[in-house]
Structures are given as structure tokens and as C-alpha cells.
């Protein structure tokens, strides 16, 4: 917490947020689903820092020099973190619980690495409802890139899920959810946050609810 503030990846309220959604992670899902949420956290916050100068010059960059709100931590973390207390109350559901928590973190790096970097190194940049050109940066917007960066992220995720967990298909489950989540993500940008009846934060919540409704299809 102290380190995230001090190097000006959060705001102190951010970094309270992000502190008590790890206790709530560890405390459900143990050292594993810390580790996600670093990953996550280390991903997206070198993604939102990589040409920061550049993205700013082209008015893509994050507000408050990239430093994330106790808002934004939120909204990526804290299905995560309430998955985390669900499991601490009903133990005997853990590993379901730590699935889910990976879907969480699998949806939130693939959004956060495919906007940050699919907006740099993109070619072409379509509506995802429409499929026509749009310009890179709007909401909905989305590059093969950025979808391929952001699959890469998913990856990772799952990557670390199953080093700690063991090879199981849950790695495949854990990439698609994320990807589904990014989707989702983007569907909502393009439709209700463009039309401002959803914030940002609302849409990345709800991304990360995507992700975890995917597992439990799947799982079932």
C-alpha cells in the first residue's frame, strides 16, 4: 500500500481500497489469489505508466497522471474481493471461489493491457457493435491488436492460476472468461457508457461479473 503511493501508481485512498480487498482475497482464497491480484495490479499499472508522455500527447492517456482512484480499484478488484469473503463463509466452495477470483483478475488485465496498449500499437480501430472505423480511444472502440494484447493478458492470468493449481482445462476456462469479460467491456462502452446511462467504473465492474458468470456456465 505504502509503495503504490509512493510511487504514484495509487492515491491513498486507492491503496486503502486495494489493501482491504487483499485482506478480503487472502483471507477467502489464500496466497494464490494475491498473487493474481498482483499480477494484475503490476500488469496494468506498467501498461498505464508505458508511454505515458505519448498516449497524453494523443489525449488517450488515464486522468491523475494514471494514478488509479479508489473507484477504479473497485471496480477491477472488488467482485474479487466479496468472492473472497464468500469463501471464507462457505469454505467448502474455496477452489470454486479461487476460480472465479482468477476469472475476476483475467477479465480486469485483459481490459486494462488491450485499452492501454491496443491504443499504441493498433492499425485499424472499429466499433465493436457496428464493425465500421471508428477512432481509437473512444469508448466500444477496438483493434486486433489490442484484442490479441489483451488475450496475452488473459493468458498470464491463467498461466500463474495453474502453476500454483495444476495444469486442469480451468486454463482454458480462465483465458475464455477473460476474453469474454474484455468483450463485454467494450459492448458496454460502445452502447450504454457512449450514451453515458453507465461511468467507466460501472462498466469495468460489471465486465469482471461477465468473466465470473462465464466460470460458473462452465463449471456447472
Known sequence: MYLSVKTRKLTVYAALTGG???FCIYAGAGYVGVILLTAFFV??????????????EMSIHEENQGRRSA???FANAGLAGIIGLVSLIFP??????????????????SDTLSSELGN????????????KRDAKGLNGVVSIEGTLIGIAGS????????LFIGWEREFYWIILAGTIGNFSDSILG?????????KNNSVNFISTAAS???ILILYF
Open 212 to 214: 465470473v458468470a462465464v
Open 43 to 56: 500488469l496494468g499499472s506498467a501498461a498505464t505508466s508505458f508511454k505515458f508522455q505519448e498516449k497524453k
Open 120 to 131: 499504441l500499437y493498433g492499425k485499424k480501430y472499429y466499433n465493436i457493435l457496428t464493425f
Open 20 to 22: 482491504m480487498l487483499t
Open 71 to 73: 473507484g477504479q480499484v
Open 155 to 162: 493468458v498470464i492470468i491463467a498461466a500463474l492460476y495453474v
Open 92 to 109: 467448502e466452495n474455496r477452489s470454486l471461489c479461487l476460480l472465479m477470483i482468477a476469472a475476476v483478475f483475467s477479465s480486469a488485465t
Open 190 to 198: 460502445a452502447s450504454l457508457e457512449r450514451r453515458s446511462l453507465l
